[in-house]
């Protein structure tokens, strides 16, 4: 059962009747420029790929803006499409506001957006326990207006520093960052005070319900390292109402994700001239960088790995989250290079790269859902780490391939790695990455810019 339908069966209960409340607004399309102007944005020789970018902009960026509804108390993204994904998601929305930012005239909006997520942070601080405080949640559901501070009692991967980077090298938006800074370093503190209870330097996964797939849902929600997954006591902290809620493996990749995030967070920092934000950040990322190099490295597999929080041993079996380290900065010169001869291997070269697992472990299925399958999102993510390291070629080729499938057998969830065939919920929002893996020049066979709007 994946997250979609392991949301709708716990909310069943409670949405009946949300649904007939005075916070359900009627369904209002977002407006969206015509055909022609979207086409004007960008600049290709290949009429295919104007077409596709202009699906990808019409469905997975502008189509997902929403006005507000019950606790999106501003200007929303919704993740997916129709009653699936209905909610404001951490991952879906950092891709998605990449790409609105290059439209002329957006700030507000994308102010909006942003000021969702600090909302919650304040409602959540006024209900939880000290402990608790400064959590932003995985996903907002506008139509949750009585259990909202329950669930989701769990988080999902930090990128929103990095998104937040990435709109401002767009727009130039000072205010979105002087209304952001703040409240964003307090998410990522209760990030290392929550998931790396151990004080290694290490992120592990967790939930405030005690449920282990609650825990689960704050990364690559069925990653096959998370199998045997368990959640403990804090393993210091003996307060009053503690429960078993801390995650006893740690992940290279929600570990990398949140290094990638606090480097945009300290640059913003920067920005502004607060700096220092930006030297406490610095201390979190060296600290951390380290940590990972030491424990999680795996020279055999050429990948970052797994391991228990409590003994440090590694969890010997790779998965996509072992190859986010790259765009995080984090390897080495040395461990780059093995890392672009690990990928170029029959573990991983699918006929759509990347699989979500190594393929040559026993759980691996071409069409399961994160035990197999391949994302748009994490092989951009994974592309142009390659390609910041240097390894341009490796990059292309798994953007091309990318492409290739989005405009063989269009614009999906995830896809079969096998056959390519789509996956999962059409023209989700974080399936943007088809176009942005072009805008940012990784791909080599497929060409397309972006035009200046201002």
């Known amino acids: 059962m994946n997250r979609r339908t392991f949301m709708v069966r716990s909310l069943a209960g409670t949405m009946g009747s949300l649904l007939l409340s005075r ?17 004007a944005l960008f600049e290709s020789s290949d009429p295919e790929l104007m077409r596709l970018a202009e699906d990808v902009f019409r469905q997975c960026v502008l189509g997902k803006i929403k006005p507000p509804e019950g606790t999106l108390q501003h200007r929303w993204l919704q993740a997916g499409t129709g009653n699936d994904f209905y909610g404001q998601w951490i991952w879906d929305s950092m891709f998605i506001v990449d790409l609105l930012a290059i439209l002329p005239d957006q700030q507000a909006i994308i102010r909006d957006i942003f000021r969702n997520y600090w909302d919650f942070q304040e409602r959540w601080n006024a209900q939880r326990p000290a402990y608790a405080h400064d959590m932003i949640p995985c996903m907002i559901e506008p139509r949750n207006t009585q259990t909202w501070n329950e669930y989701p009692a769990y988080s999902q991967i930090p990128i929103l520093g990095w998104g937040l980077e990435r709109v401002f090298r767009r727009n130039g938006d000072k205010e979105l960052l002087r209304q952001s800074l703040g409240p964003l370093e307090k998410f990522h503190d209760w ?33 096959c390292n998370l199998d045997d997954l368990k959640l403990t006591p804090h393993p210091v902290r003996k307060g009053d109402g503690e429960g078993p809620w801390y995650g006893d493996i740690c992940l290279p990749g929600i570990t990398g994700y949140l290094i990638g995030a606090e480097r945009s967070l300290a640059r913003l920092a920067e920005a502004l001239g607060d700096t220092a934000m930006a030297k406490r950040r610095q201390q979190r990322i060296a600290k951390s960088v380290a940590a990972v190099r030491r424990h999680m490295w795996d020279e055999e597999s050429g990948t970052f790995l797994a391991v228990k929080r409590d003994t440090l041993e590694k969890i010997k079996l790779a998965t996509i989250g072992s190859w986010m380290p790259l765009m995080a900065e ?7 290079k093995r890392m672009a001869e690990a990928i170029l291997t029959e573990h991983w070269q699918t006929p759509l790269p990347i699989p979500t697992v190594d393929r040559k472990d026993k759980r691996w299925v071409s069409n399961s859902y994160w035990r197999g399958d391949v994302w748009p999102a994490p092989n951009y993510q994974v592309a142009g780490g390659f390609a910041q390291q240097g390894y341009r070629e490796i990059a292309a080729a798994i953007a ?8 063989k057998n269009g614009i999906s969830e995830h896809y079969d790695s096998v056959t390519g065939k789509p996956l999962g919920v059409p023209f989700i929002g974080m399936s943007c990455t088809i176009l942005t893996l072009m805008l940012d020049g990784l791909a080599s066979r497929y060409k397309l810019k972006l035009k200046s709007v201002r």
């Open 400 to 407: 091309d391939k990318t492409i290739a499938n989005a405009l």
């Open 330 to 336: 984090v390897p080495t010169p040395a461990m780059a």
């Open 23 to 39: 916070w359900a607004a009627p369904a209002r399309a977002a407006a969206v420029a015509p055909a022609g102007d979207i086409q």
């Open 191 to 223: 990030y290392w005070r929550e998931r790396d209870v151990t004080n290694v330097g290490l992120v592990a996964v967790g939930s405030y319900s005690g449920v282990v797939q609650h825990a689960r849902f704050e990364t690559f929600d069925y990653e």
